[in-house]
């Protein structure tokens, strides 16, 4: 009886296991168990399929040996997070063998009363969610650029964009190694294409931020228990991160057309662009269709602005500081309403309309020009070197110069930095041929952006105008001071003029003139007037004198 009963323990005993490994078999392609140390105790499954050995020969070698060598930071991270108990979310990885990769889903866990093992899953892609790498996620720009493509097709219509922020993600990223976080942000990345398949595109767009543009619906519950679970899993503190997701219908009856298509762009950027991971915030919370109407509005009344050139001119002189005499003036814009022309020039380039504001700017400047020929005082017409990357921006502009051959002595142009310049080569190109034509060029806000350094080595011009807040900086701090002189130093020896900004005293103009810079142009020297015949009297040269020693002062 004894006997009966315990032949009937082990049977159910025998059955129990059976049924949990066919559970095991239903859900992954090859499972294994690996010692504390990673190395593989035990493989049961499709290993032949999978990695073209069979489990005898992968028994007492590394597991992570298997994966692609980009994976491993990962999925050493993910079996370690076993040492916490529990399992983690499948993810996709891959295994090498010989010169292939193949796409695998990676799942673990670790059960409580076998402390001395780890049990892994690989299966392999069978379409769905986690079980497929999806579609590619695309760069930015790239995102951008089909994004103005789906609005400008009649078949987006009903379509939809969702944005997707991942909370705390930075700070994650600082606690892991970099490997662990490149690892992340490709499983982040995978996920992101995996729940998104059948979508037009899907976009990674920096700080933590993505888009998809879509039709279908969004698994964005299922995203956000993917991810979430994955980091966790390998942040050390046990923290992860959290992603929000907002989706906003593109299907009002005016978003039709290359203006609302603009308008997208500029919207995504914006979101791309905000420090602020917040998706509830008003705008968005309104829908996003309403925002594109705002600012396809905003891009019509610029476009109005232009046509009409409801703007004006007005002229600040550029004085050489050794003689203080007045070598040219820069025509600067002013609007009606008295908005920043900053932030309309900033917004003329987010939406592609800077090259029509320029040219526009350019035909005013030179229609001045040509009604007074007593003038003799050269102009600055500032453009965007956004515009100058435009083939037809620069066909147009030759074109407007070709009226008069002796423009090339009565006007000279300011090449601005707001926008980074992407086709170093063509832009330089076109600077060439403007100073081949007789043309002088300036190289404008050196200083203020990343790019200063690069552009100044790529671009040949006649000046570089020093930015004013980096100006003033060099007159409290030492180091400033000594990177503004050598700046000036190599300028003079390449041949190229510098100008000093926002000069509003005759200590800054001193400072300004030991460091060896060649012009200045300030309040110091004349505030901007409409009248470009009518400049303040030059100031005489000072008398030099002891400059006031101050701690990290320039001099």
Known sequence: MALDTADT??????????????????????????????????????????????TGRLIGTAFLDLLAPADRPLASALIASLDRGGRFTPVVLHLTREDEQQAIVFGGCRLPNKSSSLFLSLSLPIGGETASEGQPVLPRESFTARARQEMLAERFKDGKLTFVTIEELEALQERLTEEVGQGLADAVERYLGSFTTGAEAAGELGNGKSGVLHKSPVDTVRLKQCVEALAKAIDPKGKGVTLHTATMPLDGDS???????????????????????????????????????????????????VVDRNFSLVYQPIVELATRKIHHLEALVRFPDGSSPGGTVAFAEAVRLIGDFDLAVCDLVIETVL???????????????????????????????????????RILFEITESAQITRIEDVNARIQALRGGGFKV?????????????????????????????????????????????????????????????????????????????????????????????????????TPRPAKRRAGAAG
Do not use: W
């Open 9 to 54: 323990i082990l049977s159910a005993v025998r059955s129990q296991r059976d049924r949990f490994v066919g559970f095991a078999f239903a859900a992954a392609d090859l499972m294994v168990e690996v010692t504390i140390d990673g190395t593989i105790a035990f493989v049961a499954g499709a290993a032949q399929q999978l990695y073209g050995h069979n």
């Open 255 to 305: 978003l039709n057309g290359t203006d609302a298509a603009r308008a997208l762009v500029y919207c995504i950027n914006q979101f791309a662009d905000s420090d602020s991971a917040d998706l509830s915030i008003p705008s968005l919370r309104a829908g996003l269709d309403k925002v594109v109407e705002q600012t396809v509005a905003r891009i019509s009344g610029l476009r109005q602005t």
């Open 371 to 409: 009604e007074n020929p007593q003038g003799q005082i050269p102009i600055a017409v500032n453009l965007s070197g956004q515009s100058l990357e435009s083939s037809a921006f620069a066909n147009t502009l030759f074109a407007l110069l070709r009226v008069d051959r002796n423009l090339s002595r």
């Open 442 to 542: 300036c190289l404008d806000d050196f200083g203020a952006g990343a790019n200063s350094f690069h552009y100044l080595r790529s671009f040949e011009v006649d000046f570089v105008k020093i930015d004013g807040g980096f100006g003033r900086a060099a007159l409290r701090n030492k180091r400033d001071a000594l990177l503004l002189r050598s700046i000036s130093s190599f300028c003079r020896e390449i041949g190229v003029a510098t100008i000093g900004e926002m000069i509003e005293d005759q200590d800054h103009a001193s400072a300004f003139q030991r460091i060896g810079i060649a012009f200045a142009q300030g309040y110091h020297f004349g505030k901007p007037h409409p009248d470009p015949l009518q400049q303040p009297q030059e100031k005489p040269v000072a």
